[in-house]
C-alpha cells in the first residue's frame, strides 16, 4: 500500500488483517449457502424466497470482493484455500439440507444476525484507527441490515399465509 495510505492506520495492520480476512471466509460462505439455498428451495410463496436469495447471493459475493481488495491494499493475501473458509470464519454454514422455505429463511436470518454483529464489531475497532475499512464495514451493514429485514418480512408472510389456510 502507499506510504501515506499505511501511515493512517493506526492499529496493528495484522490484526485488522485477521479481521478482514474471517470476514471474507464468511462472505464466502453466506454466498454458497444462498445461491445453494436458491437451487434447492421447496414450498410456498417459493418464487418470492429465491429470488431474495440470489440477490442476496450476489451482495455476498460484492462484500467479498470489497474485502479482498482491502487486504491486498493492506499488504495482506486473501485466504487461498476454500478448505480454510470453514476454520476462519465467524458466522459458520448452515448447509440447506432441509429445503423447506421457512427452515432457508430461519438459517439465513441467523446468518445475517451474526454478520451485522460481525461488521459492527469490525466499525468499532476500526472507527478512528483506520477510516478507510470502517467505510467499508459501514457499506457492507448496511447491506446486511436490508438483507435480515428482507428475509424477517418473507418469513412473517409466510407464516401468515401458512396460519390462515
Ligand atoms: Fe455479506
Ligand atoms: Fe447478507
Ligand atoms: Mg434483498
Known sequence: ??????????????????LLNKAYCDEWLAYYQYWLGAKVCKG???DAVIAELEQHATEELGHALLL??????LGGTPITT??????????????????YVGTLLEQ???????????YKKLMDITQTADP???????????????????LQALKEDLELMVSRK
Not at 68 to 73: E, G, Y
Request: hydrophobic letters at 30%.
Open 44 to 46: 410456498p410463496m417459493k
Open 132 to 150: 478507510v475499512t470502517y467505510n467499508i464495514a459501514l457499506q457492507i451493514i448496511e447491506q446486511e441490515v436490508e438483507h435480515e429485514e428482507d
Open 82 to 99: 476454500p478448505k480454510d473458509w470453514y476454520t476462519w470464519t465467524n458466522c459458520g454454514y448452515d448447509a440447506p439440507d432441509d429445503p
Open 1 to 18: 500500500m502507499g506510504t501515506k495510505g499505511t501511515e493512517i492506520v493506526s492499529m496493528d495492520v495484522n490484526e485488522l488483517l485477521e
Open 68 to 73: 479482498t481488495n482491502r487486504i491486498i491494499q
Open 108 to 118: 439465513n436470518i441467523k446468518g445475517e444476525q451474526c454478520a451485522i454483529g460481525v
